[in-house]
């Protein structure tokens, strides 16, 4: 593979913007690691992305950008955006984000995560564009990559990307992810780019012991050692990383906002919804009490927050709290938001995740200690 590619307009006007690109991730304190400095310098995103999405202010759709735009400013601007150090919209249904090209910075920070070493194989969740299936052949050779996405249309896409940039041994298969791919395992390193509810246990079956497993939950990147078909353990890393949801078998069941009933209860709190503001906090939350959707109520008085089960809480900053479902969500909120104050508001690489056959929990500090918060399993 070269930097320029032949039949590539685009090619020559990319080098200086890639350069840039990884300047920026350098300063930031990102690609420490010669061998993914070199693979983000040499692989051209623009090739992973000839169509993206940005969404509108104020939810108001979102504008198209793309490679064949047929004025030449719009082509320019969609090239300035490939490399931008932000995350790109590729695939949209009736307003649901399905896939993207994630965010170039936040990319890096996983691959050196990963710590790989020469020789070893990856199974990645989420072939999504390629672009991260090329990174991973830039540096292991494509023969070692394996990279799984659930619809034709993402991975027919995500293989013609990856033969244009001279990666065509990769294999990108569809299906699900969460079943992982038997077929290639063992692997020394899986890599998911969609958020978990659950980590998959046929993930820890496929992993060779003393591999990593690297995937986003709860808004962070969880990052486990696999001791053994059953067993996994490892510690949050510090940045906070937001995907697209896992879906098919193993995602989350969330109802629809409509879905949850008339407030039923109304009672008073001193925990404001204001403390949601803290993106940290939020972790926390999620950790505690499990997957929630968070959004602003009231006319940005409030929040409201919504789980699985139907539960449904919506506070307003007078403290004034109405409930709905089964639980009291806002009990929780008070609870997590006790124990953030009381713990110095920790950071996230203060949490774990612990699996030990079918038992998965989340901790704060150790394992076993009174901070552990046990997963419904999915
Ligand atoms: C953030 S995008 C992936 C970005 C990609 N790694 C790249 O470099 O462009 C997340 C992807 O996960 C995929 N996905 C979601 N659920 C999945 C599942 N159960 N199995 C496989 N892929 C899944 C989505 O279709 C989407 O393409």
């Keep these: 593979m070269t930097d320029v590619e032949p039949g590539d307009p685009y090619a020559e006007a990319a080098v200086p913007l890639r350069a840039r690109l990884v300047r920026r991730v350098v300063t930031a304190g990102g690609l420490g690691d010669p061998g993914w400095r070199a693979a983000f310098a040499e ?37 300035a955006g490939a490399y931008a150090d932000a995350p790109l919209i590729t695939h949209i249904r009736g307003g649901e984000l399905l896939s993207s090209s994630s965010q170039p ?25 390629g672009f991260n299936a090329a990174l ?16 034709t249309a993402i991975t027919q896409a995500a293989r ?15 299906g699900d992810g969460s079943l992982g791919w038997a077929r290639g395992a063992p692997y020394d390193r899986i890599i998911a780019t969609c958020e978990l509810p659950f980590v998959p246990p046929e993930w820890l079956r496929q992993c ?22 059953h067993h996994a353990q490892g ?46 906090f939020r972790f926390l939350l999620t950790l505690l009490a499990g997957e929630l959707q968070t959004r602003w109520a009231f006319g940005g008085r409030g929040a409201a927050i919504t789980a699985p089960d139907g539960s449904a809480a919506r506070a307003d900053r007078s403290g004034t709290v109405l409930l709905a479902g089964p639980r009291d969500l806002w009990a929780l909120v008070e ?31 150790h394992p076993d200690g009174p901070n552990a918060w046990e997963l419904p399993r999915v």
């Design 43 to 79: 692989v051209p995103r623009h090739v992973f992305v000839p169509v993206y999405y940005r969404p509108r202010p104020a939810g108001g759709g979102f504008s198209r950008f793309s490679a064949d735009a047929p004025d030449s400013r719009a082509r320019a601007s969609w090239l």
């Design 105 to 129: 910075s936040l990319m890096a920070a996983m691959l050196e995560a990963l710590q790989v070493l020469e020789g070893h194989t990856v199974l990645e969740i989420g072939a999504g564009t």
């Design 136 to 151: 991973l052949a830039h540096r292991l050779g494509g023969e070692a990559v394996t990279s799984v996405d659930l619809e």
């Design 160 to 174: 013609s990307h990856l033969a244009a940039t001279g990666f065509a041994a990769v294999a990108v298969v569809t």
């Design 208 to 229: 060779r012991p003393g591999g990593l497993v690297l995937a986003p939950f709860g808004g962070g990147l969880i990052a486990l050692r696999v001791t053994g078909a």
């Design 235 to 280: 510690r949050f890393l510090p940045a906070p990383a937001y995907f697209v949801s896992l879906r098919g078998a193993g995602a989350a069941a969330h109802p629809a906002p409509e879905a949850i009933g008339p407030e039923e209860r109304v009672r008073s709190t001193t925990t404001p919804p204001q403390v949601l503001d803290s993106e940290l």
């Design 335 to 365: 609870e997590a938001h006790a124990l953030f104050d009381c713990e110095g508001h920790p950071s996230r690489d203060r949490f774990g995740m612990t699996i030990h056959g079918d038992h998965q929990w989340t901790w704060l500090d």
